[in-house]
């Protein structure tokens, strides 16, 4: 055997061991924190890392169905939420190619029938789109309901109704929005004539041998291997419920995708090794991002070891520093699961991480995350097994937890209350259709599609109710008018688990039919009597 063999040799054990010795660190850290007392567990949890094309650890964690004691393996589902959008980014990139056009051309310009707000819709690029620049209005109410009001069609012919922010400047003001993912997906099916699922299976999944991957929740329920929902009450996991996560795939473009981690390591693979390629998509800051508009958890108070945040956007990746490392990354939240990806393009690395069943899902997928990166870049992690339970603490106080279950503070039910018809009706709305109110069992109930729910009333407040819904983050309040001809609903994404821009409280008022019906008798009467006169 040669020298230049020989050290060859040398150099690729010392490289396994290097690589053996991050992955047995990485177990240890997750199962210890998985099991540790005092320690709030997850479900399941998924893991691929990668560095320097060589993956480093693909393993799943737990159980994908504690009901059946089902065990996950390499091929279980995780839903990868809102990671999904550089996917969608990638497909986009390439059709745009393929039609002669780029992210700056104005969509007016290949698509005659695009519509915004008519103030914008004009000027409008995809760039403005998946860069979350437009000031559209996220109104995730609308999807998050259910089928029976929204869909392709309905998005494409109500986009132009949908409001912009106030004091928001249009390409210079970042607000995350779903549905801009959807409708210019749309966009690309309608110039192409091919489904945004379609080319995601075709251009990324088939291309990249990634076998396991659905576009769906729908599909990889198919499969019957995916993690099911469950949510940490007051210490026991319950399951959520089990049709929840078919919502999302009325937007899947903006994050339906379920993956593995041994999938996911041939996708990050790919976008760092092909990083010429996307530099116009994924490597150049296309808006700035203020510190309050991700909820992404951040590292930015000087009493942390290390600084981590996010401060611009690109193309379905937030930009920002990991300990001084420039990096990409995105968060994913489905009804099931929160998701998180990294990518390094200095270092070359990449790392998935995802999990289901806790109430600090973001803060634990991240805090594994930052484990990883510091022995991927060569450090002594600042985490442990005990710091990874307590944390902020010893950083920062950790605060009084609040209670499971405020929601209802202050709210008293409707039972016994003597008036209940005079809430109950049809309610209508431009775009999102008709919420039913009705009497059931002396109480009020409200069914707004798939959101079903139980309306509780204001101690003080005769007009005020909160819906606890099944989902009941998508719903924070209901009001009605004086006159009780409007019944207005406010969702916040504030407190949402789907939330990323603190600042996001909308008002909908959806019109009692009856009132619109008498109107509308009236003033057919009016023009009638004006006839009878001319003639």
């Not at 059946?68 to 959008?85: A, H, Q, R, Y």
């Not at 291997?225 to 319950?238: I, P, Q, R, S, T």
């Amino acid at each position: 055997m040669g020298v230049l063999q020989l050290l060859a040799m040398v150099v690729m054990m010392v490289r396994q061991g290097t690589t053996n010795d991050i992955s047995n660190k990485i177990i240890q850290f997750i199962e210890t924190g998985l099991t540790a007392d005092g320690c709030e567990g997850q479900v399941a949890l998924a893991v691929g890392v990668v560095s320097g094309g060589k993956t480093i650890l693909s393993r799943s964690f737990g159980k994908r169905d504690l009901e059946e004691n089902k065990t996950v393996d390499s091929d279980t589902l995780f839903g990868i939420g809102s990671t999904t959008k550089a996917m969608t980014a990638i497909v986009t990139k390439k059709a745009l190619d393929r039609l002669g056009y780029n992210w700056d051309t104005r969509i007016s310009k290949m698509y005659s029938d695009f519509r915004l707000n008519e103030t914008i819709s004009d000027e409008v690029t995809f760039r403005d789109l998946f860069s979350h620049r437009t000031c559209v209005r996220r109104d995730d109410f609308w999807w998050s309901s259910g089928p029976e009001t929204f869909d392709l069609e309905k998005l494409a012919e109500h986009m132009k109704d949908i409001k912009l922010y106030p004091n928001c400047e249009f390409r210079n003001t970042f607000k995350y929005n779903n549905l801009l993912y959807v409708y210019g997906s749309y966009i690309i099916e309608k110039l192409t004539g091919k489904s945004w699922s379609d080319h995601i299976q075709n251009e990324i999944f088939d291309q990249l041998g990634m076998t396991k991957s659905t576009t769906s929740f729908k599909k990889a329920q198919e499969t019957g291997n995916w993690v099911k929902g469950y949510e940490n009450v007051l210490g026991e996991f319950k399951p959520l419920q089990s049709d929840a996560d078919k919502i999302i795939d009325l937007v899947g473009q903006a994050g339906s995708v379920h993956s593995t981690p041994g999938d996911m390591i041939k996708y990050m693979s790919y976008v760092l090794q092909n990083q010429d390629a996307f530099n116009d998509t994924f490597w150049t800051r296309t808006v700035d991002v203020p510190s309050y508009a991700l909820v992404t958890l951040k590292l930015v108070d000087t009493r942390y070891p290390v600084q981590s945040d996010i401060n611009a956007y690109s193309l379905g990746w937030g930009m920002g520093h990991y300990n001084g490392e420039e990096i990409l990354s995105h968060g994913g939240t489905t009804f099931t699961t929160y998701s998180f990806v990294i990518l390094s393009k200095s270092r070359d690395y990449g790392i998935f991480v995802s999990n289901t069943g806790s109430k600090r899902a973001r803060e634990a997928v991240q805090l594994i995350t930052w484990y990883i990166q510091d022995l991927l870049l060569g450090n002594e992690p600042w985490l442990n097994s005990t710091t990874y339970c307590t944390f902020p603490s010893p950083w920062m106080d950790k605060g009084t937890p609040k209670p499971d279950y405020d929601f209802l503070d202050g709210y008293i039910s409707t039972e016994n209350v003597t008036n209940l018809q005079e809430y109950t009706g049809t309610f209508t709305h431009q775009v999102f259709g008709e919420v039913h109110v009705s009497e059931q069992n002396n109480s009020l109930f409200l069914k707004y599609n798939m959101i079903n729910c139980t309306l509780s009333k204001s101690a003080v407040n005769d007009t005020s109710f909160k819906c606890l819904a099944a989902v009941p983050w998508l719903i924070e309040d209901i009001s009605w008018s004086k006159s009780q001809r409007e019944l207005n609903v406010e969702y916040s994404n504030s407190k949402s688990v789907l939330s990323t821009d603190l600042t996001d409280d909308y008002e909908y008022s959806f019109v009692r039919s009856s009132s619109l019906t008498k109107l509308s008798v009236r003033a057919l009467t009016v023009v009638l009597l004006l006839v009878l006169l001319i003639v």
